[in-house]
């Protein structure tokens, strides 16, 4: 299997942009390289393709389709002679109809500049593509205006996300196959993978290639598409977990994936969430990890409490875990990362493993005793504990339910986090 980077080396549709690009002009390139990139795959995809796009959008296929791209009126377009108009805006994954959103490209009067122009037969389509957002108001109004409608002709408007067009052309791929000659589908495969390359897919799953990216985590383009996939995975728990679980975790925050870092992280509880026994939802090359999460002083303090008001409490809990999530206990101790001159550095800490206990030990008779009395004085006497306890979803089965739209991996995210609740529960209401 190739590796991630080389999956934007290979695709026919991604563009490097220069490294002084600021954000507005990577958006508007991403905007053009998309556009670009729908109208060649129904160019160059022929009928097959035609059909599936136009479909997708609503819009009845007609032969000998052209196009044309930034341009305010093709010179053969002949609008009078098409009664059928279309103004088509392609919106990401998770934008919401009445966002209004400025416009960046205008002509000299104030109007749009249409993205792109299909027509063919008796109808036309004027397309405007979005990477931020839907179309406003005002995008409405003059691409209607001054280009598709000018005529007074009635326009149908048509709001579809990319997600939508990924969705029709995945399923159309799986109709076919590749016999190493057929433009169509070398085409189709290219257009669905640049979706999922620009994330414009919405989310669906966790490929193999984001785990892998941690084993040399050094390629920018790919820790963008690893960082951007997993805040996508987090934001579909954090909706959920608030809805489904409990109003205590009201917050979700995602670690900045840096360069170089070798996983990603996602903490949910309370907005101070460092404060309370909470969880988090972590990415790295082996594994999802779903934990309870005890690490700041102030919610070490409320475990201790918990354990010495209710001294049987954590026992009873981790006894109750499902045993088909193989949880861990896990205590390190950690030392604050300090300067050469002996200064310490703010919230920089190393860990060092102190005990770590599996779920099979702490069930069997003959050595849950000894287990919890270890875990218990470690954590009662250890200086700047860190105390987790932990699943993992491992690579393969994370690859497995990430198959079809990932909702599958999430659901298995919800459910360790709900079998995990009763804990967080515990240590923040007994160690109050």
Same mark, same amino acid.
């Given at each position: 299997?190739p590796?991630t980077?080389n999956?934007f080396v290979?695709?026919?549709?991604?563009s490097?942009?220069? *490294?002084?690009?600021?954000?507005?002009?990577?958006?508007?390139?991403?905007?053009d390289n998309l556009?670009?990139?729908?109208?060649?795959?129904?160019r160059y995809?022929?009928?097959?393709?035609?059909?599936?796009?136009l479909?997708?959008?609503?819009?009845p296929?007609?032969?000998?389709l052209?196009?044309?791209?930034?341009?305010?009126?093709?010179a053969?377009?002949?609008?009078e002679?098409?009664?059928?108009?279309?103004?088509?805006?392609?919106?990401?994954p998770?934008?919401k109809?009445?966002e209004?959103?400025?416009?960046?490209?205008q002509?000299?009067?104030?109007?749009?500049r249409?993205?792109?122009?299909?027509?063919?037969?008796?109808?036309?389509?004027?397309?405007?593509?979005?990477?931020?957002?839907?179309?406003?108001?005002?995008?409405?109004?003059?691409?209607?205006q001054?280009?598709?409608g000018?005529d007074?002709?009635h326009?149908?408007?048509?709001?579809?996300?990319?997600?939508?067009l990924y969705?029709?052309?995945?399923?159309?791929?799986?109709?076919?196959?590749?016999?190493?000659?057929?433009?169509?589908?070398?085409?189709?495969?290219?257009?669905?993978t640049?979706?999922e390359?620009?994330?414009?897919?919405?989310?669906i799953?966790?490929?193999?290639?984001v785990?892998?990216?941690?084993?040399?985590?050094? @390629? @920018?383009?790919?820790?963008?598409?690893?960082r951007d996939?997993?805040?996508?995975l987090? =934001?579909?728990?954090e *909706?959920?977990?608030k809805?489904?679980?409990?109003?205590?975790?009201?917050?979700?925050?995602?670690?900045?994936l840096?360069?170089?870092d070798?996983?990603?992280?996602a903490?949910?509880?309370?907005?101070?969430?460092?404060?309370? =026994?909470?969880?988090t939802?972590?990415?790295g090359?082996q594994?999802?990890?779903?934990f309870?999460?005890?690490?700041l002083?102030?919610?070490?303090?409320?475990?201790?409490r918990a354990?010495?008001?209710?001294?049987?409490g954590? @026992?009873?809990l981790?006894?109750?875990?499902p045993?088909?999530h193989?949880?861990q206990?896990?205590?390190?101790?950690?030392?604050?990362?300090?300067?050469?001159?002996?200064?310490?550095l703010?919230?920089?800490?190393?860990?060092?493993?102190?005990?770590?206990?599996s779920?099979?030990?702490?069930?069997?008779?003959?050595t849950?005793?000894?287990?919890?009395?270890?875990?218990?004085?470690?954590?009662?006497?250890?200086h700047l504990?860190?105390?987790?306890?932990?699943?993992?979803?491992?690579v393969?089965?994370?690859?497995k339910?990430?198959r079809?739209?990932?909702s599958?991996?999430?659901?298995?995210?919800?459910?360790?986090?709900?079998?995990?609740?009763?804990?967080?529960?515990?240590?923040?209401?007994e160690?109050r």
């Open positions: 299997m590796s980077a999956r290979d695709s026919v549709f991604f490097y942009r220069g *490294a002084s690009r600021d954000d507005e002009s990577r958006l508007t390139q991403l905007e556009t670009k990139a729908i109208v060649n795959t129904m995809g022929g009928p097959l393709v035609e059909k599936a796009i479909a997708a959008l609503g819009i296929w007609v032969e000998e052209s196009y044309d791209m930034q341009t305010e009126f093709p053969t377009l002949r609008l002679r098409r009664p059928r108009r279309y103004l088509v805006g392609l919106i990401p998770g934008a109809v009445g209004r959103q400025e416009s960046r490209v002509t000299a009067d104030g109007s749009r249409p993205d792109a122009w299909i027509w063919g037969a008796d109808m036309a389509i004027c397309l405007e593509a979005k990477v931020a957002g839907p179309l406003d108001p005002g995008q409405w109004r003059d691409l209607e001054h280009y598709v000018r007074g002709t326009v149908e408007r048509i709001e579809r996300s990319w997600a939508d969705r029709a052309m995945s399923a159309l791929r799986a109709t076919m196959t590749d016999t190493g000659g057929s433009v169509p589908y070398f085409i189709i495969d290219q257009f669905v640049y979706l390359l620009t994330r414009m897919s919405g989310f799953g966790l490929k193999q290639e785990f892998d990216y941690f084993h040399n985590p050094n @390629e @920018e383009y790919t820790r963008v598409w690893v996939t997993f805040t996508e987090a =934001a579909l728990v *909706a959920r977990v809805r489904e679980l409990d109003p205590f975790y009201e917050h979700c925050n995602v670690g900045n840096k360069s170089r070798r996983s990603a992280w903490a949910y509880g309370a907005k101070s969430f460092g404060s309370f =026994a909470h969880q939802v972590g990415l090359a594994d999802v990890s779903v309870v999460n005890i690490e002083d102030p919610a070490v303090k409320r475990l201790r354990l010495r008001n209710d001294p049987t954590f @026992e009873r981790l006894s109750a875990l045993a088909e193989r949880y206990v896990v205590v390190k101790k950690r030392r604050q990362v300090v300067t050469e001159a002996g200064q310490p703010p919230r920089q800490f190393q860990e060092e493993p102190r005990l770590q206990v779920y099979e030990t702490l069930v069997d008779s003959s849950s005793k000894t287990a919890l009395e270890l875990l218990t004085t470690s954590i009662q006497e250890t504990p860190y105390i987790a306890v932990l699943s993992s979803i491992e393969q089965h994370a690859v339910l990430s079809g739209d990932g599958a991996l999430v659901d298995e995210i919800l459910a360790r986090m709900k079998a995990l609740h009763p804990l967080v529960d515990w240590v923040n209401r160690g």
